[in-house]
């Protein structure tokens, strides 16, 4: 292969290991200013707060404050879902803050044989409905993107896309495992475009202001702020064991899933499905997606200062495997597919090994080999890590290995 132009560089994404740049991987467990750290409490006090603020100022974005209120409101529920074994709630969450409101639904679904139940909190990408056949799923109203394979125009859900996303969660695994699942059209929090008049942010403003300031929340932030809220209905609920709620998300919103879990420890564990640039994956490898070009497809993700590293990730003093090391040293499980090059799976296999110092230090295990298992060959321990063949998805296989690696390490059954 031939070297690639800067200015190409930019535009090609690169899948070669030898054009891989060299790079030290910041150490987890060495403060900004050289201090090498050796205790939990270390971690606690020093290292951990400076990398999340880090993250939280030039990565994702700060969210700008507290809510006035919030209010929770049951809009349906049956005691016969998913042939009786289940139970059915929907729930509408209302975010009160400068006169202003945003309402969204969480759909969950309980095991009738384990109260309280331990759940999986995630969100999905074409509402509630789509998740699910289940005709008395309520289909929401929110600004959706238009999908001809799912039959959505006008940015509008329908029936039509009722059940199209059933693939993506194992549903009947989920409550057979003793599981719940709670999930939450992603719309609702802040629709998916460049446009910051709307959704969560626009609550926030102060007078006059009609973006967030360098330093403050994209989409990714607000999605994670969604998520604790959620976790905020989930603590009232008597039939959640709300002390085990893993937050879990698929590629944008398996961003969203890590930062809500290093943002809010309340999360017991939390699960990265295919969560590539921005998510799990090194971003100085530059293999796949990278940081400027992630910025420029999608510049409502990430807060403005993260623009700072487009073509200059080596001036990032941090990479992703310290998100996932805020996460420590509860239950994280980063997960690639095979097919899914432009995620970068060694990326993100990577950044877990490299996450390990930290959830060694608790005396908890990672992933210490540094050569990566075999497709299909999960290892799992309190930070787990697998690739399955296949493409960019979520599968059953995925949530066999979630499910499994929840109940020994998650919620474990007395
Ligand atoms: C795009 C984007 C990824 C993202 C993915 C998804 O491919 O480049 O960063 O993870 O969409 O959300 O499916």
Request: charged share 25%.
């Amino acid at each position: 292969s031939y070297p690639l132009s800067m200015a190409m560089a930019q535009f090609e994404p690169n899948y070669d290991e030898r054009q891989v740049p060299e790079f030290k991987i910041p150490d987890p467990l060495t403060t900004f200013d050289g201090k090498k750290i050796t205790a939990t409490s270390e971690w606690e006090n020093t290292r951990r707060p400076e990398l999340y603020q880090f993250f939280e100022e030039q990565v994702y974005g700060k969210v700008p404050g507290k809510l006035d209120s919030l209010s929770f409101n049951m809009v349906e529920t049956s005691d016969d879902a998913l042939n009786g074994k289940a139970q059915r709630k929907q729930v509408e969450v209302s975010l009160f803050k400068n006169g202003k409101s945003l309402d969204f639904n969480i759909l969950l679904y309980l095991p009738k044989s384990r109260k309280p139940a331990p759940i999986f909190l995630g969100y999905n990408f074409y509402g509630n409905h789509s998740i699910t056949d289940d005709p008395n799923v309520i289909v929401s109203k929110a600004w959706a993107m238009d999908s001809e394979e799912f039959g959505i125009s006008g940015h509008t859900l329908t029936e039509a896309s009722r059940g199209v996303r059933v693939h993506r969660w194992a549903l009947e695994k989920i409550i057979d495992g003793g599981f719940g699942l709670a999930t939450i059209y992603y719309g609702e929090v802040d629709p998916d475009k460049n446009d910051f008049s709307d959704g969560l942010h626009s609550l926030f403003y102060m007078e006059s202001q009609e973006i967030p300031k360098k330093d403050e929340w994209g989409s990714i932030a607000a999605w994670a702020f969604g998520m604790s809220r959620a976790l905020d209905y989930l603590e009232t609920d008597p039939d959640i064991d709300a002390s085990h709620v893993v937050s879990f998300g698929h590629s944008r919103l398996g961003k969203a899933a890590l930062w809500a879990g290093a943002s809010d420890t309340r999360f017991a564990g939390v699960i990265s499905n295919d969560s590539g640039c921005g998510g799990a994956a090194l971003s100085k490898r530059q293999v796949g997606e990278t940081v400027g070009r992630i910025n420029t497809s999608f510049p409502h993700w990430f807060c403005d200062n993260f623009t700072e590293y487009n073509e200059n990730e080596e001036a990032l003093p941090v990479d992703q495997h310290e998100l996932l090391a805020l996460i420590a040293p509860r239950p994280l499980y980063v997960a690639s597919a095979e097919d899914d090059q432009w995620a970068d799976p060694r990326g993100e296999f990577l950044s877990a090994h490299y996450a390990t110092s930290v959830y060694d230090l608790y005396g908890t295990k990672g992933i210490s080999d540094t050569k990566m298992p075999e497709v299909n060959s999960p290892v799992q321990n309190t930070l787990a890590y697998h690739i399955r063949t296949g493409k960019h998805d979520v599968t059953e296989y995925d949530w066999e290995q979630y499910i499994d690696w929840a109940k020994r390490f998650v919620a474990v059954k007395p």
